[in-house]
């Protein structure tokens, strides 16, 4: 096994810290900020929301990711998004970043910010100093920490989302091997389709890499694993993912696309693929969650899209959550999903711990064993697989059921 | 007023006649089916779902629409979408048409075919000509005839949908004008992004046009009426809006892009429009219309993807329900439509009988009067105005709000 699993998240890698606080901005008493901070100056990449309209946080962050500088904390708060407030939501960000700099001994450039929460009001300046007062001297590098740091960013979520993996390259002095640490935490429901309350998500790294392939490797992993959770189509104004290096690790410097930085890039991959993996399981109300294999598709993109079609319907979702097999709205959202493909030879199958069972193919739905569908369907994990019968390329989605409990979150979100 | 609304649906143009009948294909004496005859062969125009998987009664009925043959008879039923059932499932749809046809004189080319309800089943032969065989000695005139064939052809819809027009046409004599009669039914909610149960829709007008000026005025409304609504982003296998002219009015044919052509146009918009805003009213589960109009956009096509979007989103969906003013959700689904405007720019208003509140202008959102804005969010018609200050175009969109009924509809649509 080249990549092992370990407990924790963003505390486990070697110089990072992290803190959790009360600081008055969801409701008296919830912790609403954390604060991840290193030892030393950190190599950064990042990831940002495709909706025009961005948050006051994700333009800062996005500057300081692009200038190329080095970083060395970022403060996050829930409660309120800081989208939609122009001018002083940007100078309330800034500032932000000019406090927490000021009390770690930073310049401002060195911090980066990220908000979720209510779209429109202003945060309350002194309520976030009252909070990064809290934060800085609290900062440790237990498990715990990293945990307390998962659960305070959390707005909707029922669970923290964190993980950490290990992996081995080879050390600098050029002999042997050392461990190299990545451990992330996120909040919300997706990037591409995510929930309003947004997703987040921080991984923290000790792994020597140069910037370019940090970032290159972030960009690839991205769109197999953020980019393909859905919970309900709308993609938020704040959604951030940002990925920290900062080289405490000891390896040879990753500068090039060889077997290390391969190595790396996928253990990348399965932190960002888990947390996201827990996202969409932790979807807004979710009681299920949905994974689409899309199989044998002409092109990557279009496997791609017809997954996310099909975990983001909203009858296949209600269909799910109402364990009633009404399978051709599974054929229904491959069809309108754009790419092209022949109805006349393509397979779809549903399967869970309890079995298997085929409900289309030959151009037809098929018969099925409705007990053992209903066992399926009652699964908390629903496998659907999609064999398109043109191609090589494969791609899998996730997604949750459509519950009466998403509705009544989302119809009273701000109280 | 050049185009005066008249009460009753597709039997109110000249020449035509309509039926329903309980034939046993969706539950025992829920009248299942209908038929719309005209006396004369008819000229007629569709359009159909971009769904890649297309029910037989789809495919049916657009290889007879592009043949260029006169028809004069269309039989729909509920209950079974006859969508997914391969080689078995046009041969249901071709017998239907031929023994329509047997019993009423035609060939069955002259026979269209309309299916919405569940994908998958094979719809029962002798159901079908039971059906046939009620129908054909029931089929009348009256505006009560019409009114029991839009019941039939319902689904989850709560209630039937039809609306006609008149207008007054210069007379095929030379002398003076003549009525002339538009009369339509629908069932369902969509066409862009309708809902499973399949958005139907049959306009009946006693014009005489010719067919590629009736397509072509048929083609040009759909873009601003029926794919304007949205209910819950599913695009249907079964699709299909037919508009009939038989040419008993008398008019002077219709036979290029003149004043008449551009009058038939308009109302055949005014009943599209009707038609689809009734049927946006009545999306599943829904207790409120939401109207999203977006104003001063660069072009029409990006103003219609944005009115889409707002009106599409299930977060502004659940805020409309939840009569919860987070209208931040209103700017961000706007962000993630795709069209490029300026957040700093533009202007984002709601209304209702009661009056309006701006809360978005200047690039941030503005404090409003929330008892105001609850009065405003409690009323049936929620109006959402968007300002993108950025153009000339205009166009809107209508949808509802998503609520425990429509999960509930749809976690349990076949029992």
Same mark, same amino acid.
């Given at each position: 096994?080249?990549?092992?699993?370990?407990?924790?998240?963003?505390?486990?890698?070697?110089?990072? @810290?992290?803190?959790?606080?009360?600081?008055?901005?969801?409701?008296?008493?919830?912790?609403?900020?954390?604060?991840?901070?290193?030892?030393?100056?950190?190599?950064?990449?990042?990831?940002?929301?495709?909706?025009?309209? @961005?948050?006051?946080?994700?333009?800062?962050?996005?500057?300081?990711?692009?200038?190329?500088?080095?970083? +060395?904390?970022?403060?996050?708060?829930?409660?309120?998004?800081?989208?939609?407030?122009?001018?002083?939501? %940007? &100078?309330?960000? !800034?500032? #932000?970043?000019?406090?927490?700099?000021?009390?770690?001994?930073?310049?401002?450039?060195?911090?980066?910010?990220?908000?979720?929460?209510?779209?429109?009001?202003?945060?309350?300046?002194?309520?976030?100093?009252?909070?990064? $007062?809290?934060?800085?001297?609290? *900062?440790?590098?237990?498990?715990?920490?990293?945990?307390?740091?998962?659960?305070?960013? %959390? #707005? /909707?979520? #029922?669970?923290?989302?964190?993980?950490?993996?290990?992996?081995?390259?080879?050390?600098?002095?050029?002999?042997?091997?050392?461990?190299?640490?990545?451990?992330?935490?996120?909040?919300?429901?997706? %990037?591409?389709?995510?929930?309003?309350?947004? %997703?987040?998500?921080?991984?923290?790294?000790?792994?020597?890499? !140069?910037?370019?392939?940090?970032?290159?490797?972030?960009?690839?992993?991205?769109? $197999?694993?953020?980019?393909?959770?859905?919970?309900?189509?709308?993609?938020?104004?704040? $959604? /951030?993912?940002?990925?920290?290096?900062?080289?405490?690790?000891?390896?040879?410097? =990753?500068?090039?696309?060889?077997?290390?930085?391969?190595?790396?890039?996928?253990?990348?991959?399965?932190?960002?693929?888990?947390? &996201?993996?827990?996202?969409?399981?932790?979807?807004?109300?979710?009681? @299920?969650?949905?994974?689409?294999?899309? @199989?044998?598709?002409? #092109?990557?993109?279009?496997?791609?899209?017809?997954?996310?079609?099909?975990?983001?319907?909203?009858?296949?979702?209600?269909?799910?959550?109402?364990?009633?097999?009404?399978?051709?709205?599974?054929?229904?959202? *491959?069809?309108?999903?754009?790419?092209?493909?022949?109805?006349?030879? =393509?397979?779809?199958?549903?399967?869970?711990?309890?079995?298997?069972?085929?409900?289309?193919?030959?151009?037809?739905? +098929?018969?099925?064993?409705?007990?053992?569908?209903?066992?399926?369907?009652?699964?908390?994990?629903?496998?659907?697989?999609?064999?398109?019968?043109?191609?090589?390329?494969?791609?899998?989605?996730?997604?949750?059921?459509?519950?009466?409990?998403?509705?009544?979150?989302?119809?009273?979100?701000?109280?």
């Amino acid at each position: 096994m080249k990549i092992r699993e370990i407990p924790g998240g963003v505390t486990k890698a070697k110089g990072f @810290k992290a803190a959790a606080a009360a600081a008055g901005i969801k409701y008296e008493g919830r912790k609403d900020m954390a604060m991840l901070w290193c030892s030393v100056p950190c190599t950064v990449a990042g990831t940002f929301t495709s909706n025009i309209v @961005k948050a006051a946080p994700v333009l800062w962050d996005r500057k300081i990711v692009q200038s190329g500088g080095k970083v +060395q904390a970022v403060v996050v708060n829930t409660g309120i998004a800081n989208a939609g407030c122009g001018a002083e939501g %940007m &100078a309330v960000c !800034e500032d #932000t970043a000019a406090y927490a700099a000021e009390v770690l001994g930073l310049q401002k450039e060195e911090v980066l910010i990220g908000s979720t929460g209510v779209i429109g009001p202003v945060i309350d300046m002194e309520k976030l100093k009252g909070g990064i $007062d809290l934060l800085v001297p609290a *900062l440790s590098d237990t498990e715990e920490a990293g945990t307390e740091a998962s659960k305070a960013i %959390m #707005t /909707t979520d #029922t669970v923290n989302k964190e993980f950490a993996v290990t992996i081995e390259l080879p050390g600098a002095d050029g002999e042997g091997t050392v461990q190299v640490t990545l451990g992330g935490m996120s909040k919300g429901s997706g %990037m591409i389709h995510p929930n309003m309350c947004t %997703m987040l998500g921080y991984i923290a790294t000790d792994a020597a890499i !140069e910037k370019e392939l940090l970032q290159k490797a972030l960009s690839s992993v991205v769109p $197999d694993t953020f980019n393909m959770i859905t919970v309900d189509g709308d993609t938020s104004t704040n $959604d /951030t993912l940002l990925a920290f290096a900062d080289g405490l690790a000891g390896n040879r410097l =990753i500068a090039e696309e060889d077997e290390s930085f391969e190595l790396f890039r996928e253990a990348l991959g399965t932190v960002c693929r888990t947390l &996201a993996v827990k996202m969409a399981a932790d979807g807004e109300g979710a009681s @299920k969650l949905i994974e689409v294999c899309v @199989k044998h598709m002409d #092109t990557k993109e279009n496997a791609r899209t017809l997954a996310r079609s099909v975990a983001g319907s909203s009858l296949v979702k209600a269909m799910i959550f109402g364990r009633d097999a009404n399978c051709g709205r599974i054929l229904c959202a *491959l069809g309108y999903a754009g790419p092209v493909f022949d109805p006349a030879v =393509i397979r779809i199958d549903i399967s869970g711990e309890s079995g298997e069972v085929n409900f289309y193919t030959d151009g037809r739905i +098929q018969p099925f064993d409705e007990a053992q569908a209903l066992a399926i369907l009652s699964e908390e994990k629903i496998h659907i697989e999609c064999d398109m019968a043109c191609g090589a390329e494969e791609a899998t989605a996730w997604g949750c059921d459509l519950t009466y409990d998403y509705v009544s979150i989302n119809a009273d979100y701000r109280s």
